[in-house]
């Protein structure tokens, strides 16, 4: 059984920075694209980036490119999102998604709970 356990999220000011992690069992992680979403109150959830099983490609949504970096450690099963220059409206609860395709919208077969966000003076 796949789970996608997400952590790192908090309160931070604007132009902050946090670090989240998304710690996976239950599978090949090494061989799993993965990918972050996040969901602000009353809006749909949203695309963020991927990066590839061996972690030698990433991509990252144009609103974040530049601010937000994606990264892998297969030994640790764990993926990473690196948010920079945080700004309020980058507040959202945070996703971490095993193996997303998009086929007109995403399709994931697995996601984790979430982690909560914040930015804020």
């Known amino acids: 059984q796949v789970q996608l356990v997400e952590s790192g999220g908090g309160l931070v000011q604007p132009g902050g920075s946090l670090r989240l992690s998304c710690v996976a069992s239950?599978?090949?992680?090494?061989?799993?694209?993965m990918g972050w979403f996040r969901q602000a109150p009353g809006k749909e959830r949203e695309f963020v980036g991927t990066i590839t099983g061996s972690g030698d490609s990433t991509y990252v949504a144009d609103s974040m490119l530049g601010r937000f970096t994606i990264s892998r450690d297969n030994a640790k099963n764990t993926v990473y999102l690196q948010m920079n220059s945080l700004k309020p409206e980058d507040t959202a609860v945070y996703y971490c998604a095993a193996e997303p395709k998009y086929y007109s919208q995403w399709l994931v077969d697995y996601w984790g709970r979430g982690t909560q966000v914040t930015v804020s003076s």
């Open positions: 239950g599978g090949t992680f090494s061989t799993w694209t």
